[in-house]
């Protein structure tokens, strides 16, 4: 499946839904398929996340990656949990509200071959 390279990529955002929606600055250069941190500004809540879906111009759509329980007691409640496998759906990502930013890493993403630009016809 053909992919493009993508380069590290910060975006604000301001808010976030119990659905996984989030409300970025702007979702230019944001891919479906990605990975990338999310964090509130004063970084007391961090999640890795994987976008699912570009809403439009300003919004997102994003689930949680699973996570391991820690194994100290200093650590924050809200990371306690454990989320067993991958699960498919969406994440409540409400913790977040408050806003913050997401950090994406440089990574590739796979480009559907439907919308590829040599495919249209």
């Not at 955002?13 to 989030?22: D, H, Q």
């Not at 997102?60 to 100290?72: A, M």
């Not at 924050?76 to 498919?88: I, R, S, T, V, W």
Request: glycine share 6%.
């Amino acid at each position: 499946m053909p992919s493009i390279t993508l380069k590290a990529l910060k975006v604000a955002f301001t808010a976030a839904t119990s659905l996984g929606i989030v409300t970025v600055a702007s979702s230019t250069g944001i891919y479906p398929g990605t990975n990338a941190w999310i964090r509130l500004t004063d970084a007391s809540i961090k999640y890795r996340v994987r976008v699912l879906d570009i809403i439009d111009a300003t919004h997102i759509r994003c689930r949680r990656w699973p996570t391991k329980p820690l194994q100290t007691q200093y650590e924050p409640a809200h990371d306690l949990e454990n989320y067993g496998p991958p699960k498919y759906g969406w994440s409540d990502l409400s913790a977040l509200n408050a806003g913050g930013v997401i950090s994406f890493e440089a990574q590739t993403a796979t480009v559907d071959p439907e919308y590829d630009k040599r495919n249209v016809p």
